[in-house]
Every structure is written in C-alpha cells, then in structure tokens.
C-alpha cells in the first residue's frame, strides 16, 4: 500500500461503518480466558512495568517493555491471558461487556 492510498483509505466509524452504508461484519465472542482487573500500574524506567491486580489474592507481577508498549495497560482494565498463553490488556467496558465470571 502506498502512503497516498493509506492516507485515502475508507474510514470506519464507532458503529462499524466503512463510509455511509458498508457495516462490516460483526463477531461474537465465545473464547475462555484468565483475567485479573487491574488496580494499578507502575511503569518502571527501563519501560517495563508492575501490574497490581484489585483482587488481592493475587500478587502484583511484572510485565516486559514490549506488553507495556503494545498494550499500554491502564488502571481499571484487564490483564487477559488466552489458552495458547498469549498475553493482552482490555479496557473495562470492553471486557465487561464480551465476558461473564465463570464461577
């Protein structure tokens, strides 16, 4: 691609809309995940960080530089590991609203 087509490429807005009337299509989620919210997050000054999860049976844990960067985890969200180990942030809405505490 090049710079002048990614610049003139179709915007897709909050409800899935590529310009007036294209909805992409819509996924459900139905994966199981593990998943700490997170309370607090502390970026160290090598650009790693700890992760402090609000349930306090679990201890605060670190994170490398690449998570920070790519996922740049905020208070309130989720700490989310998928079953192949893959490791990701949620923000809270988000998460709250595609999954349900299995109990």
């Known amino acids: 691609m090049t710079a002048e087509s990614y610049m003139n ?3 897709i807005g909050a409800a899935g809309y590529v310009g ?3 909805e992409m299509p819509r996924y ?4 199981e995940v593990h ?3 997170i309370e607090k997050v502390v970026r ?3 650009e790693s960080g700890v992760l402090y999860p609000m349930d306090k049976r679990y201890g605060d844990f670190e994170v490398d530089t690449a998570y920070m ?3 740049d985890p905020r208070a309130g969200g989720y700490y ?3 079953a192949d180990g893959y490791t990701s942030f ?3 809405e988000a998460f709250e609203d595609g999954y349900t505490l299995i109990v």
């Open 35 to 37: 998943a700490l919210k």
């Open 44 to 46: 160290m000054n090598d």
């Open 80 to 82: 989310v590991v998928y």
């Open 28 to 31: 459900r989620c139905h994966k």
């Open 20 to 22: 007036v009337s294209c």
């Open 69 to 71: 960067q790519k996922h």
């Open 90 to 92: 949620s923000p809270a």
């Open 9 to 11: 490429r179709p915007v």
